[in-house]
């Protein structure tokens, strides 16, 4: 049918839309109110903070968003330093970690070989564990191959693979067809030119949502910086430090507000522009197979 009657709705149906609307609505503005509250404290002098945190700026400071820029400092590290450092991993750990998880998930969906069920079980294993129990172990490991505090070695730690992307390219990778893989081997072509030219533009949409998703996690990650890269304070890390002497330090907790919202701006802003993509693809890519 073209058109599909929509039923009449009755009174209870109609009651337990308005609760679920009213509920929904409850629970997104107690997730708006942090981030206006964020923003209220960030256009107030540290005396008027300090005084009453809950209340609206008497005199709205705007010039605090521009002290940002000359006055957030940690370590002999302003913002320009620490947006580079921020720029430079989540570019670097996401491209490692998503090259590694497409070439190790596309031979295990696509091919059949001894022991792929039992790798796969690996993977599936692996992320069932939290990621804290093998965090000593981890950085033991790390530390002893040289590679703390090392730009130019710690981005193989980031080549991971067998994690969460692994699984959802799995399940894209499945749900590609087969015959576009045996029509260009009949032309042809090689294993790695089927992979690259065949299968991955057909997968672009799904790398590119696991892509965005991953930035979001490492744009927020100050614990990679304050574990593995001390020397390279990224801006998670530094609004982490930040955070713990502005207590001391005369009108620094506005200017701290300040640089949370300027350096949240990217990720709403990305989110905002790519969530149907996300959605779509994540979702779809998890559940074929």
Known sequence: MKYL????QTPAMKAFIVVFLVFFAVCAFLHV???LWAISNSLKTGMEYFDDNM???KTWQFVNYLRVFTEFEIRGFDYFNMLFNSLWMLVVSVVANVFSSA???YPIARYRFPGKE???????FANVIPIIGS???SFKMIDALGMVNNPATIWLSWAGGFDFAFIIFYGNFKGISMTYSEAAKIDGASDFRVFTQIILPQAFPCITAIAIQQS???WNNYSRSMIYLRDYPNLAYGLYLFNTEANYIEDSKPIYFAAAIISAIPVIVLYSCSQKLILTNVTAGGLKG
């Open 55 to 57: 209340s609206l700026p």
């Open 216 to 218: 979001f996690g490492v």
């Open 135 to 137: 965090g000593a172990a």
């Open 33 to 35: 109110l942090p981030l």
């Open 5 to 8: 009657k929509i039923q009449r």
């Open 103 to 105: 070439i190790l998930a």
């Open 118 to 124: 039992f790798l796969y079980s690996v993977v599936i």
